[in-house]
């Protein structure tokens, strides 16, 4: 038997993490057991954590380094991976395999501030069977939000950052915002 792999992916503040804890949460209420798995980049807790207070230890810290064919599956009901995007492209090959075994559920961005597809995502799109958008509002106007706009924002102004490097900048609403396309737009002309 194969099961599925799942993509879901939304803007910032979309409630991705919350989801996750969600459904690891009701698994294990049922004496289930469940693997959640996050980047090690991503630095901002050892935790889990949703901005609207849960939070879960992490199981396994995925790096550079990690074969995620290596994980004892034994009795393991779900694999559950909040901030996909981060993850190399082997990595989503390696969850892909893992779907022989059991449901494997990630969550992410699709694309970063410049609107480009992260690689982790970009791979998950080619490779998954679910892919199911998580909505979330523009925090200008109120309409459906796609792009996560990165700011400058000090006392006196807020400025959007189009341009710049590849290099990973993890950060929440000091930074990130979830906007629409006229409205991210607007900024620029």
Request: hydrophobic content about 35%; glycine content about 2%; aromatic content about 12%.
């Given at each position: ?11 910032m503040n979309?409630?991705k993490?919350?989801?996750?804890l ?6 294990e209420?049922?004496n289930k057991?469940v ?5 090690s980049?991503d ?10 207070g849960i939070?879960?230890n992490?199981d ?19 694999l ?13 090959e390696?969850l892909?395999q893992?779907t022989?075994y ?7 961005l699709k694309?970063?501030?410049?609107t ?9 799109i ?6 199911e ?7 200008d ?7 996560n706009?990165?700011?400058f924002?000090?006392?006196?102004s ?6 710049g ?6 950060g929440?609403?000091e930074?990130y915002?979830a906007m ?10």
């Open positions: 038997m194969t099961y599925k792999l799942y993509f879901r992916y939304g803007c979309s409630s993490t919350a989801n996750l969600m459904i690891a949460h009701n698994y209420s049922q057991k693997l959640v798995l996050k980047p980049i630095t901002r807790t050892p935790n889990i954590t949703s901005r609207c939070s879960r992490v396994i810290f995925i790096d550079n380094a990690t074969n995620l064919l290596d994980i004892d599956l034994t009795d393991i009901v779900c559950l991976v909040d901030e996909v995007q981060f993850l190399e492209e082997k990595h989503i390696q892909r893992l022989k059991t449901p494997v559920i990630c969550y992410g694309t970063d501030y410049k480009i597809l992260f690689p982790g995502s970009k791979r998950l080619e490779l998954a069977d679910s892919i958008e998580i909505k979330t509002i523009c925090v106007c109120g309409k459906k939000s796609i792009i706009a990165k700011f924002i000090n006392e006196n807020k400025k959007i950052i189009k341009e490097d590849n290099a990973i900048d993890i929440y609403e930074k915002q629409c396309w006229n409205c991210w737009f607007s900024y620029f002309n």
